[in-house]
């Protein structure tokens, strides 16, 4: 794995520490949670690898097509299932 991935992912696994730490039902899961998450991601991730170096601009342009299509989903969805 190249070290921007290695960093990346690390990044994945501090943060899903720190979300679980205070609920100590999630928090004995945090290692299941942190993969899951990075085996979810990887594909893209790969996606936008150039060798080792990850083109983080590319990719957070991506995501923030990603994240603005699923609201625009989920505003249109609550909208139809309020009748408007």
């Known amino acids: 794995m190249g070290a921007d991935k290695e960093i990346l992912y690390n990044i994945v696994k501090r943060n899903v520490d720190n979300l679980t730490r205070n ?3 999630l928090g004995m899961f945090s290692d299941t949670i942190s993969n899951y998450v990075i085996k979810y991601i990887d ?10 170096e990850l083109d983080v601009d590319q990719l957070s ?13 989920f505003k249109n969805y609550y909208k139809t299932q309020k009748g408007e």
């Not at 893209?44 to 080792?52: H, K, P």
């Not at 342009?61 to 989903?73: A, L, S």
């Open 23 to 25: 609920i100590p039902i």
């Open 43 to 52: 594909p893209y991730v790969s996606g936008f690898m150039e060798g080792e």
């Open 61 to 73: 342009e991506f995501t923030k097509y990603e994240v603005n299509h699923k609201i625009d989903e």
